[in-house]
Structure formats: structure tokens, C-alpha cells
């Protein structure tokens, strides 16, 4: 069984930064691909970023060059740095984590629990 803990949404101004954590707890062997996405009110659940095992990264258009995605692979962990926030990025933020476990290598993938980033104009 694996446990995601959220943390580090709220509320900002525009052109603000917020950083995200998401930490994973249990029989954990190792990370295939760790990352998060993002749902507004009315809209459809979207990727903003992700990073995998080998420490590289894939970025919505809409976030290059504003979010950094980065790991602690020794914690399990992955953060999500947004910087220069717009009130578009305004969303539920929800980490999604791909893992094998111990001790069958079984894959294991899941959802956070959603963390509120509201960016004020």
C-alpha cells in the first residue's frame, strides 16, 4: 500500500510563486515516473508537469519556463516550484505517482489528494 501526502497549495498574487510537495510512504521499491496535474472548475484534469526515474522531465506548453518539477528520489518525493503565476493556473493541483513495489515488483499507480492553488489578480 502507498500514501500520498500533498502540501504547499494557497493563495497568491499574481506573479507570485508557491512550491508543491508530494511525499509517498510505503512498500515502495522504486519510482517509474512521479508528477502533477492540475484541474479548474468546469475544466477537464490536465498535465502540467512530469519527471520519471532518470530525472527527466516533460512540461505543459502553458508552464515551460514559469515550473521546475524536481525530485528526491532517497524520500520519494517530488516538488513542483511555479514561479511567475498567472490566475489561469488557478486549479486543484493533484500529484499522480508511478511506483514498483516491494516485494513483486507489482506497479502501483495513484492520485494525491488534490491541494487548492489560487492565484489572485
Same mark, same amino acid.
Not at 510505503?26 to 515516473?33: D, L, N, V, Y
Not at 519556463?65 to 498567472?86: A, C, E, P, W
Not at 489561469?88 to 500529484?95: H, K, L, M, Q, S
Given at each position: 500500500?502507498?500514501?500520498?501526502?500533498?502540501?504547499?497549495?494557497?493563495?497568491?498574487?499574481?506573479?507570485?510563486?508557491?512550491?508543491?510537495?508530494?511525499?509517498?510512504?510505503?512498500?515502495?521499491?522504486? $519510482?517509474?515516473? $512521479?508528477?502533477?496535474?492540475?484541474?479548474?472548475?468546469?475544466?477537464?484534469?490536465?498535465?502540467?508537469?512530469?519527471?520519471?526515474?532518470?530525472?527527466?522531465?516533460?512540461?505543459?506548453?502553458?508552464?515551460?519556463?514559469?515550473?521546475?518539477?524536481?525530485?528526491?528520489?532517497?524520500?520519494?518525493?517530488?516538488?513542483?516550484? $511555479?514561479?511567475?503565476?498567472?490566475?489561469?493556473?488557478?486549479?486543484?493541483?493533484?500529484?499522480?505517482?508511478?511506483?514498483?513495489?516491494?516485494?513483486?515488483?507489482?506497479?502501483?499507480?495513484?492520485?494525491?489528494?488534490?491541494?487548492?492553488?489560487?492565484?489572485?489578480?
Amino acid at each position: 500500500q502507498v500514501q500520498l501526502v500533498e502540501s504547499g497549495g494557497g493563495v497568491v498574487q499574481t506573479g507570485g510563486s508557491l512550491r508543491l510537495s508530494c511525499a509517498a510512504s510505503g512498500s515502495i521499491s522504486s $519510482m517509474t515516473a $512521479m508528477g502533477w496535474y492540475r484541474q479548474a472548475p468546469g475544466k477537464q484534469r490536465e498535465l502540467v508537469a512530469l519527471i520519471n526515474s532518470l530525472s527527466r522531465t516533460v512540461y505543459a506548453d502553458s508552464v515551460k519556463g514559469r515550473f521546475v518539477i524536481s525530485r528526491d528520489g532517497s524520500k520519494y518525493t517530488v516538488y513542483l516550484q $511555479m514561479n511567475s503565476l498567472k490566475p489561469e493556473d488557478t486549479a486543484v493541483y493533484y500529484c499522480d505517482a508511478n511506483f514498483l513495489l516491494d516485494p513483486h515488483g507489482s506497479l502501483w499507480s495513484g492520485w494525491g489528494q488534490g491541494t487548492q492553488v489560487t492565484v489572485s489578480s
